[in-house]
C-alpha cells in the first residue's frame, strides 16, 4: 500500500479517535448515528466502485459492500424506530461524512487499475478503523442491549469484510 493513500485513509479516519475519546462517550442515539453514517459512507463508496470499476473481483466486493452495509443499516433502522430512539448528528459522524466526501472526490479522478488499488487499499483502512472504533468504543459504550448486540453482529460481518478488502489489496501488490 502506498505511504500516501495510507496517510490520506489514516488522515480521513483521524477525527474518529479523538471525538469519541473526548470525557464522556458517546450516547446511545450518537452511536446509532455513527454506525449508520459509516454504513451509509460504505455503501456510497460501494456504489461509486460499481460506477467505475471494470474488474470483476473489485465490483464484487463493492455489491458485497452495498448490500451488507444496507442490510445492516436497515435493521439499526428498525431497531431505533422499535425503541422511539432518534439518532443524533454529532461531531464524529459529520467528520467521517466530510472525509469520506473528500475520499470520494480523489476517488473519482482516478479510473482502471489505479482506481481499483485505492478503493480497495481504502477499504482496508476504512474497515481497519470502523473495527477498532467498533471494538474499543462504540460496543463498550452502548447502554441498550438490543444495540450492542447489532454492534457487536456488525462487527463479525464487518471483520470478514476487512478480511477480503486486505486478500484483495494483496493481489494488487
Do not use: C, W
Amino acid at each position: 500500500m502506498s505511504k500516501a493513500l495510507l496517510l490520506a485513509g489514516v488522515l480521513m479516519f483521524a477525527p474518529l479517535a479523538p471525538a469519541l475519546a473526548q470525557n464522556a462517550g458517546p450516547t446511545d442515539p450518537q452511536i446509532a448515528h455513527i454506525a449508520y453514517t459509516a454504513g451509509q459512507l460504505d455503501i456510497d463508496a460501494a456504489k461509486q466502485a460499481l460506477e467505475k470499476s471494470t474488474n470483476p473481483q473489485v465490483r464484487a466486493f463493492a455489491e458485497t459492500m452495498q448490500r451488507d452495509h444496507a442490510a445492516v443499516n436497515e435493521q439499526a433502522l428498525a431497531l431505533v424506530t422499535r425503541l422511539n430512539v432518534t439518532p443524533e448528528a454529532n461531531p464524529t459522524s459529520a467528520s467521517l461524512s466530510e472525509a469520506a466526501a473528500a475520499t470520494r472526490q480523489r476517488l473519482a479522478g482516478l479510473s482502471g487499475a489505479a482506481f481499483d488499488k485505492a478503493y480497495v487499499e481504502n477499504e482496508v483502512v476504512y474497515h481497519r478503523t470502523v473495527n477498532e472504533a467498533l471494538r474499543k468504543t462504540l460496543i463498550p459504550e452502548a447502554d441498550n442491549a438490543e444495540l450492542k448486540s447489532l454492534l457487536q453482529t456488525g462487527l463479525e460481518l464487518f471483520q470478514q469484510h476487512q478480511a477480503h478488502a486486505e486478500h484483495l489489496a494483496h493481489d494488487f501488490h
